[in-house]
């Protein structure tokens, strides 16, 4: 039986690793980011590789209306969706330095709201036949705090972890999977796209993380019924003294600019 994903964000680094995995396995695609361009040459390639069926559709998700524009356009074209990978994010602005609020609401719209807004539309038609596989993608950011990362890229992948959680424990039992997938570093046009290219370049090799790597622990998780899954053995490592009780305030103290209160 084919099955359909909807991947958000499917123009660049992970989603189109998404796809690609995706495709491999034998599901038709529908592929969603703003740049119409990118999409149709990443669904030109994955067809032709393939052979599988590949819908594109440019959205905005930063604008509220997307994800409803989204359901009806899968619904007016017949396309069941029954993988549902929330991946589209960006790095934002930060929340004290940035002084217009227009650009933090359209961020917090983006890597939150939407993620909401289309679980709302697209999960329960799948609740209702029985199936259905939700990544939604998250951070090892979302999981420890830090100092002067913008205040708001780490809390609202935070949201995204506590949504999935939740989604999970409501779905067991209905045929419905939600993981909430946690990179840590990862080589994608992320840093690049945030002007963050030197702070990548100072960055040590084992902290870096291929999609391929990042995506196939994804997938995995969501199949087995994980609710998070912290890709990478070296964020794995750390994610336990992250969430100690203990060991979290004693690692927020190695922190730059612990002293300055
Ligand atoms: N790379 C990392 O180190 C890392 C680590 C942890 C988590 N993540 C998360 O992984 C996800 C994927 O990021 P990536 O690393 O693959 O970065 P990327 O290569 O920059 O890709 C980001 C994707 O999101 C799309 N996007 C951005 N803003 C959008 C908007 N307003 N509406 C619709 N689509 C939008 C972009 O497409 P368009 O520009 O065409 O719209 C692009 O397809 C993000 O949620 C990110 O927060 C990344």
């Known amino acids: 039986m084919t099955r359909t994903a909807l991947i958000t964000g499917a123009s660049a680094g992970l989603g189109v690793e998404f796809a690609n995995q995706l495709a491999a396995s034998g599901n038709d695609l529908i592929l969603v980011a703003r740049r119409k361009d990118k999409l149709e040459d990443v669904a030109k390639s994955l067809r032709a590789k393939h052979g599988v069926a590949v819908t594109t559709a ?105 949504l999935t959680e939740e989604l999970d424990l409501t779905l067991r039992g209905t045929g419905v999977h939600a993981s909430a997938l946690c990179p840590g570093f990862t080589h994608t046009d992320f840093h690049e796209t945030a002007d963050l290219g030197e702070m990548k370049a100072a960055l040590p090799n084992f902290v870096w993380y291929s999609a391929e790597s990042v995506v196939r622990d994804g997938l995995r998780a969501v199949e087995k019924g994980q609710p998070i899954m912290i890709s990478g053995r070296l964020y794995r490592w750390l994610d336990p003294l992250a969430q100690s009780l203990i060991l979290r305030p004693l690692i927020k103290s190695f922190a730059p600019g612990r002293n300055k209160r």
């Open 58 to 162: 440019s959205a905005d998700l930063s604008n509220p209306r997307a994800p409803q524009e989204l359901f009806e356009f899968t619904r007016s074209a017949n396309l069941t969706v029954d993988y549902l990978i929330n991946n589209a994010g960006s790095a934002g602005p930060h929340l004290l330095e940035e002084k217009a609020w227009a650009p933090q609401a359209k961020f917090l719209e983006l890597m939150m709201l939407s993620v909401a807004h289309m679980c709302h539309h697209f999960i329960p038609p799948m609740r209702e036949r029985g199936f259905g596989r939700v990544v939604n993608t998250s951070s090892f950011a979302g999981r420890l705090p830090r100092p002067d990362a913008g205040s708001h890229y780490g809390p609202s992948k935070a949201y995204v972890i506590a």
